[in-house]
């Protein structure tokens, strides 16, 4: 490999949305497709079957729980590539909603994946994405719809344009903490870990977009976060109305924005349309 093959990968994609994804990166984009998956047995699992229609794949490992795993990952790109062209965060995890696991736990459990791992992900990843680069955060409506039921003084702050990375680490470590105190309804927070940790994610992708613009502005990088839409897969369940492939679409078509596309950019996007955040 040499820095002149370009690179996209997808995270969480042994199963699901994220398996749709790089099969569809497979065949629209020019270079390689890198899969991955915490489960190395799993992972490649899904590569042979890619492999089985004709697609060609490559595999790594990424835990996004794990910081070292991420920075091997890391190391791999910059060695093998210079860099990354197409970075797509779909990594995450959702209680079942006749879990009873106590709510605090799922709150916290549901927040170091996806926020602090996505979060993490970015810091490693960011750095190396390249010129005309694009980064997808699969984030959820679930996100739109949890914002709504927050409090007044928490939903402003949630859509500030001035919002710093360190005061929304702040806001999902708090609401982790409420949880646990039990004081989460009384501090204005919804009743869906889920959905708080996708308001962290949309949020993240925001601060991230305008972090690029200010720093990076001539490399015509775009980021955004998007929502597949409710899917069959295992976290979905099996009446969902989307397939994974259709999952997919709107995530597939951010990350193959035109080079010379001006946007959408720091947007939340659904069915390929910005969504009012």
């Avoid at 790089?22 to 270079?31: I, M, Y």
């Avoid at 204005?188 to 959905?195: I, K, L, N, S, V």
């Avoid at 998007?226 to 997919?248: N, Q, Y």
Wanted: hydrophobic letters at 35%; aromatic letters at 6%; a neutral charge.
């Amino acid at each position: 490999m040499s820095s002149s093959t370009r690179v996209a990968l997808v995270t969480g994609a042994s199963k699901g949305v994220g398996f749709a994804i790089v099969r569809d990166l497979c065949r629209q984009f020019q270079g390689d497709v890198v899969l991955t998956a915490p489960d190395e047995a799993q992972g490649r699992a899904a590569v042979q079957q890619l492999q089985a229609e004709g697609l060609s794949p490559r595999f790594h490992q990424l835990d996004i729980d794990d910081l070292q795993s991420i920075r091997a990952l890391r190391d791999f790109l910059r060695k093998e590539y210079g860099g990354l062209d197409v970075l797509v965060n779909n990594a995450g995890i959702a209680f079942k909603t006749a879990d009873t696991t106590p709510f605090h736990i799922q709150a916290e459990v549901t927040m170091k994946t996806n926020f602090f791992g996505t979060r993490d992900a970015c810091t490693e990843l960011l750095p190396l994405i390249k010129p005309q680069g694009r980064v997808v955060n699969v984030s959820s409506s679930v996100s739109v719809s949890s914002l709504k039921k927050c409090s007044p003084e928490l939903q402003q702050k949630f859509r500030s344009e001035t919002i710093t990375e360190e005061e929304l680490v702040g806001l999902m470590n708090k609401f982790v903490e409420d949880t646990k105190n039990g004081v989460h309804r009384k501090e204005g927070w919804p009743d869906t870990a889920y959905g708080v940790t996708k308001i962290g994610v949309t949020v993240l992708s925001r601060i991230h977009a305008r972090k690029l613009s200010e720093q990076r502005g001539g490399d015509k990088i775009l980021l955004n976060a998007c929502c597949p839409g409710w899917v069959r897969t295992d976290m979905g369940g099996p009446k969902a109305p989307k397939s994974p492939e259709e999952g997919a679409e709107t995530p597939v078509y951010l990350a193959l924005l035109p080079s010379d596309a001006k946007g959408p950019h720091g947007e939340f996007v659904h069915e390929k349309e910005v969504v009012q955040w």
